[in-house]
Protein backbone atom coordinates (compact mmCIF):
# COMPACT_ATOMS: atom_id res chain seq x y z
CA UNK A 1 0.00 0.00 0.00
CA UNK A 2 3.10 2.43 0.74
CA UNK A 3 3.97 1.80 -2.68
CA UNK A 4 0.93 2.52 -4.52
CA UNK A 5 0.61 5.87 -1.61
CA UNK A 6 4.02 7.16 -3.23
CA UNK A 7 3.35 6.40 -7.00
CA UNK A 8 -0.24 8.54 -6.54
CA UNK A 9 2.27 11.40 -6.31
CA UNK A 10 2.55 13.09 -9.19
CA UNK A 11 5.67 14.97 -9.01
CA UNK A 12 7.43 11.15 -7.76
CA UNK A 13 6.58 9.93 -10.83
CA UNK A 14 9.32 8.39 -12.77
CA UNK A 15 8.80 6.54 -16.33
CA UNK A 16 9.67 2.61 -16.40
CA UNK A 17 10.17 0.48 -19.34
CA UNK A 18 7.84 -1.61 -20.33
CA UNK A 19 9.03 -3.38 -23.89
CA UNK A 20 10.95 -2.90 -27.04
CA UNK A 21 9.80 -3.33 -30.39
CA UNK A 22 11.90 -5.74 -31.67
CA UNK A 23 9.77 -7.10 -34.44
CA UNK A 24 9.09 -3.38 -35.88
CA UNK A 25 13.00 -2.70 -35.47
CA UNK A 26 13.67 -6.11 -37.45
CA UNK A 27 11.28 -5.22 -39.98
CA UNK A 28 12.94 -1.45 -40.50
CA UNK A 29 16.33 -3.14 -40.30
CA UNK A 30 16.02 -5.20 -42.94
CA UNK A 31 14.10 -2.52 -45.23
CA UNK A 32 16.97 -0.32 -44.68
CA UNK A 33 19.14 -3.24 -45.75
CA UNK A 34 17.35 -4.01 -48.78
CA UNK A 35 17.43 0.08 -49.72
CA UNK A 36 21.13 0.23 -49.13
CA UNK A 37 21.32 -2.67 -51.95
CA UNK A 38 19.43 -0.73 -54.33
CA UNK A 39 21.34 2.45 -53.81
CA UNK A 40 24.67 0.69 -54.39
CA UNK A 41 23.11 -1.24 -57.57
CA UNK A 42 22.15 2.30 -59.02
CA UNK A 43 25.31 4.22 -58.26
CA UNK A 44 26.87 1.15 -60.04
CA UNK A 45 25.01 1.77 -63.38
CA UNK A 46 25.31 6.15 -62.96
CA UNK A 47 28.80 4.93 -63.30
CA UNK A 48 28.96 3.15 -65.58
CA UNK A 49 26.85 5.63 -67.59
CA UNK A 50 29.12 8.51 -66.90
CA UNK A 51 32.02 5.79 -67.49
CA UNK A 52 34.02 7.38 -64.10
CA UNK A 53 33.30 6.56 -60.37
CA UNK A 54 31.80 8.99 -58.12
CA UNK A 55 32.67 10.66 -55.72
CA UNK A 56 30.78 10.73 -52.15
CA UNK A 57 29.47 14.04 -52.63
CA UNK A 58 27.87 13.44 -56.16
CA UNK A 59 26.58 9.75 -54.65
CA UNK A 60 24.64 11.72 -51.92
CA UNK A 61 23.69 14.04 -54.59
CA UNK A 62 22.29 11.26 -56.77
CA UNK A 63 20.41 9.48 -54.25
CA UNK A 64 18.39 12.63 -53.53
CA UNK A 65 17.51 13.89 -56.24
CA UNK A 66 17.80 10.63 -58.81
CA UNK A 67 17.55 10.79 -62.56
CA UNK A 68 17.65 14.85 -62.48
CA UNK A 69 21.18 14.21 -60.51
CA UNK A 70 21.86 12.14 -63.41
CA UNK A 71 20.97 14.46 -65.77
CA UNK A 72 23.31 17.38 -63.79
CA UNK A 73 26.49 15.28 -63.87
CA UNK A 74 25.95 14.58 -68.08
CA UNK A 75 25.65 18.09 -68.34
CA UNK A 76 28.73 18.39 -66.38
CA UNK A 77 30.43 15.71 -68.58
CA UNK A 78 29.47 17.42 -71.95
CA UNK A 79 30.04 21.25 -71.14
CA UNK A 80 26.28 22.32 -72.30
CA UNK A 81 24.37 23.00 -68.68
CA UNK A 82 21.93 23.71 -70.41
CA UNK A 83 21.36 21.25 -73.14
CA UNK A 84 18.04 18.52 -73.02
CA UNK A 85 18.77 15.26 -71.79
CA UNK A 86 18.11 13.49 -75.08
CA UNK A 87 20.50 15.43 -77.18
CA UNK A 88 22.98 14.58 -74.44
CA UNK A 89 22.81 10.98 -74.80
CA UNK A 90 22.74 11.13 -78.29
CA UNK A 91 26.12 13.16 -78.17
CA UNK A 92 27.36 10.65 -76.08
CA UNK A 93 25.64 7.91 -77.74
CA UNK A 94 24.08 6.34 -74.32
CA UNK A 95 21.52 4.05 -73.58
CA UNK A 96 19.95 5.21 -70.06
CA UNK A 97 17.51 2.26 -69.76
CA UNK A 98 19.36 -0.03 -66.69
CA UNK A 99 20.45 3.33 -65.00
CA UNK A 100 16.96 4.98 -64.95
CA UNK A 101 15.98 1.38 -64.40
CA UNK A 102 17.95 1.12 -61.12
CA UNK A 103 17.13 4.34 -60.36
CA UNK A 104 13.92 3.99 -60.07
CA UNK A 105 14.19 0.62 -58.02
CA UNK A 106 15.25 2.44 -54.90
CA UNK A 107 12.14 1.83 -52.85
CA UNK A 108 13.58 4.17 -49.84
CA UNK A 109 14.31 7.82 -49.24
CA UNK A 110 17.88 8.30 -48.70
CA UNK A 111 18.58 9.87 -45.39
CA UNK A 112 21.89 10.35 -44.53
CA UNK A 113 21.89 9.57 -40.91
CA UNK A 114 20.71 6.20 -42.56
CA UNK A 115 22.87 5.41 -44.13
CA UNK A 116 26.74 5.21 -45.18
CA UNK A 117 28.84 6.70 -48.53
CA UNK A 118 31.76 4.05 -48.93
CA UNK A 119 34.01 3.87 -51.58
CA UNK A 120 32.41 0.77 -53.19
CA UNK A 121 28.80 0.46 -51.27
CA UNK A 122 25.79 2.18 -49.90
CA UNK A 123 25.84 0.27 -46.27
CA UNK A 124 23.12 1.16 -43.33
CA UNK A 125 24.95 3.18 -40.96
CA UNK A 126 26.21 0.91 -37.84
CA UNK A 127 24.12 3.18 -35.22
CA UNK A 128 20.56 3.10 -36.83
CA UNK A 129 20.16 -0.17 -34.81
CA UNK A 130 20.72 1.91 -31.79
CA UNK A 131 18.43 4.95 -32.45
CA UNK A 132 15.46 2.37 -33.84
CA UNK A 133 15.57 0.46 -30.30
CA UNK A 134 15.79 4.09 -28.46
CA UNK A 135 12.38 5.13 -30.72
CA UNK A 136 10.74 2.38 -30.27
CA UNK A 137 11.18 1.50 -26.72
CA UNK A 138 8.04 2.49 -24.54
CA UNK A 139 8.00 3.73 -21.01
CA UNK A 140 5.34 4.29 -18.44
CA UNK A 141 3.51 7.76 -18.63
CA UNK A 142 1.81 8.66 -16.39
CA UNK A 143 1.14 7.35 -12.57
CA UNK A 144 -1.76 5.33 -13.48
CA UNK A 145 0.41 3.14 -16.03
CA UNK A 146 2.79 2.54 -12.72
CA UNK A 147 0.26 1.48 -10.50
CA UNK A 148 -1.18 -0.71 -12.80
CA UNK A 149 2.08 -2.31 -13.80
CA UNK A 150 2.81 -2.70 -10.03
CA UNK A 151 -0.46 -4.43 -9.16
CA UNK A 152 0.23 -6.00 -12.41
CA UNK A 153 3.33 -7.68 -11.26
CA UNK A 154 2.06 -8.53 -8.13
CA UNK A 155 -0.64 -10.36 -9.59
CA UNK A 156 1.52 -12.26 -11.98
CA UNK A 157 3.57 -13.33 -8.99
CA UNK A 158 0.37 -14.81 -7.17
CA UNK A 159 -0.56 -16.52 -9.70
CA UNK A 160 2.66 -17.95 -10.30
CA UNK A 161 3.39 -18.82 -7.10
CA UNK A 162 -0.02 -20.51 -6.71
CA UNK A 163 0.41 -22.29 -9.90
CA UNK A 164 4.18 -23.88 -8.50
CA UNK A 165 2.36 -24.88 -5.58
CA UNK A 166 -0.32 -26.55 -7.16
CA UNK A 167 -2.79 -24.57 -5.53
CA UNK A 168 -4.63 -23.67 -8.74
CA UNK A 169 -4.38 -24.99 -12.81
CA UNK A 170 -1.78 -23.73 -14.39
CA UNK A 171 -3.92 -21.80 -17.17
CA UNK A 172 -3.04 -21.69 -20.69
CA UNK A 173 -3.56 -18.74 -22.07
CA UNK A 174 -6.15 -15.49 -20.70
CA UNK A 175 -9.36 -17.34 -22.31
CA UNK A 176 -9.58 -20.00 -19.99
CA UNK A 177 -11.04 -17.26 -17.57
CA UNK A 178 -14.09 -17.64 -20.35
CA UNK A 179 -14.09 -21.12 -21.32
CA UNK A 180 -14.13 -21.75 -17.06
CA UNK A 181 -17.36 -19.26 -17.04
CA UNK A 182 -15.48 -16.45 -15.85
CA UNK A 183 -17.76 -14.06 -17.72
CA UNK A 184 -17.32 -11.19 -15.29
CA UNK A 185 -15.89 -7.84 -16.55
CA UNK A 186 -13.27 -7.96 -13.67
CA UNK A 187 -12.14 -11.08 -15.06
CA UNK A 188 -11.94 -10.36 -18.62
CA UNK A 189 -10.45 -7.05 -17.59
CA UNK A 190 -7.70 -9.37 -16.44
CA UNK A 191 -6.43 -9.25 -20.18
CA UNK A 192 -5.42 -5.42 -19.97
CA UNK A 193 -2.70 -6.54 -17.11
CA UNK A 194 -1.66 -9.66 -17.62
CA UNK A 195 -0.92 -12.03 -20.27
CA UNK A 196 0.60 -15.83 -20.33
CA UNK A 197 4.16 -16.10 -22.07
CA UNK A 198 5.80 -19.40 -22.26
CA UNK A 199 4.08 -20.77 -19.39
CA UNK A 200 3.93 -17.65 -17.17
CA UNK A 201 1.87 -15.09 -16.11
CA UNK A 202 3.62 -11.87 -16.82
CA UNK A 203 2.33 -8.18 -16.99
CA UNK A 204 0.57 -7.42 -20.65
CA UNK A 205 3.03 -4.24 -20.84
CA UNK A 206 1.44 -3.23 -23.93
CA UNK A 207 -1.86 -2.70 -22.51
CA UNK A 208 -0.48 -1.41 -19.68
CA UNK A 209 1.01 1.53 -21.62
CA UNK A 210 -2.45 2.28 -23.39
CA UNK A 211 -3.96 2.94 -20.09
CA UNK A 212 -5.40 6.76 -20.01
CA UNK A 213 -4.02 9.13 -17.29
Not at 38 to 55: F, G, K, N, P, Y
Not at 106 to 127: D, L
Request: net charge neutral; proline share 2%; charged share 25%.
Amino acid sequence: MELLKALKTKKDFKPIYLWKDESHINAMLDQREKTAQEMTAAILEVEALIDRSLTTDEKGMVLIKRWDGVVHLLRLKTGFPNAEVSALLGLLGLDAGKCKEALIGIKSPYYATEFVITEKAIEVNPTLKEELEKRFSYYTSHNRQNIALSIAENLANVLNNAVSHQLIINIADMNAFERAGWNHSWAKSLNSLIVIESGKVVPNNEEIWRIKE
